[in-house]
């Protein structure tokens, strides 16, 4: 074989050979580092800052990097770290064609949860807990001043109060703000609530033994912090009780504050009412004690002197059955 023929032959095979590289490398998966991506976190996958085209593109996006940055932080790849872990994934570098930048900058997404974002959450949260008509009462929240950076998602927050808390008055509550679920930050917030409700006041003064009427009352609204469960609400729980003792004008009247009214006096003779089935006698007798409407009170007959006993009506007859 002459010398021209070995060199055609020699350019045959070069020929064959860069055709057949050609053939591999189109048919090999390809992969662009990007210069800047965002990532969600919390891990950085191939996929989030390269482009992947080819057979095996899914998998390799699916390859785990290495852990986000914190929430707003950023960490930085070069292309000789991303190639080690492809190959340690068990792909050769014949396998894939790697281009676009040198270095990647995965910035990890977040969120700002603002002081206002976090005072009305809790604002809202003591609405939905708190005993008290929330048109009743003022909320006043002092959330956390310092800026409060969270991942990127659905965030929430789960309050709770001091176990001993009970919505009036001043409060802390802790906060676990969430982030699609996964709880990321606590915080402290205190609050003020400040709770009204109606109440009776005595409009005038009132003397101890005085049957009470409804000109002797008004209503007013007034904080709830001092205020005691005794104190009536409806005017018309006091109306022909007896206060027991001289109620102020301006003074919250409560419940112990008052008594019945005494109907039936001992010695006094009553109308008394028998009522057996359809029969009914009406008659008078003595009463042995002092009684209210509802009580129960010992009696003599005037003529017989036989004792019986009844209860006290509204009107002041003994009623038997």
């Not at 050609?22 to 965002?38: G, H, N, P």
Request: charged share 25%; proline share 5%; with cysteine.
């Amino acid at each position: 074989m002459g010398k021209g023929a070995t060199d055609r032959t020699r350019r045959f095979l070069m020929a064959s050979m860069l055709l057949g590289l050609a053939a591999a490398l189109a048919e090999a998966d390809t992969l662009t580092i990007k210069r800047e991506a965002f990532v969600k976190g919390p891990k950085v996958f191939l996929g989030d800052i390269a482009s992947i085209t080819g057979e095996h593109a899914e998998p390799l996006a699916a390859l785990e990097v290495a852990p986000a940055a914190s929430p707003g932080g950023f960490k930085n790849f070069d292309a000789a770290y991303l190639m080690s872990r492809i190959q340690n994934a068990g792909y050769t570098p014949e396998e894939l064609k790697v281009s676009g930048a040198p270095s990647v900058k995965a910035t990890t997404m977040h969120l700002e949860v603002t002081q206002d974002m976090v005072a009305e959450d809790l604002r809202r949260f003591i609405e939905t807990q708190m005993p008290w008509d929330a048109a009743q009462a003022q909320i006043d929240v002092t959330a956390p001043s310092q800026e409060i950076v969270v991942a990127d998602g659905a965030v929430s927050i789960n309050w709770r109060p001091s176990p001993e808390y009970k919505f009036v008055g001043p409060g802390a509550f802790r906060g676990e703000i969430a982030v699609d679920g996964r709880v990321q930050k606590t915080i402290l917030c205190k609050a003020n609530v400040e709770a009204y409700s109606s109440v009776v006041i005595a409009a005038t003064d009132i003397p101890r033994g005085k049957v009470i009427s409804r000109n002797d009352l008004t209503v007013e609204k007034r904080s709830m912090l001092n205020l005691s469960d005794r104190a009536v609400k409806d005017p018309a729980e006091l109306i022909g009780q007896v206060a027991r003792s001289t109620i102020f004008p301006g003074q919250i009247i409560e419940k112990r504050d008052v008594a019945a009214q005494i109907l039936v006096r001992r010695n006094q003779m009553v109308n008394v009412d028998v009522q057996s089935g359809t029969l009914h006698i009406r008659s008078t007798a003595r009463a042995l004690n002092d009684a209210r409407e509802g009580d129960i009170v010992g009696c003599q007959n005037p003529g017989t002197k036989d004792q019986f006993q009844g209860v006290v009506r509204r009107d002041g007859a003994v009623v038997v059955e």
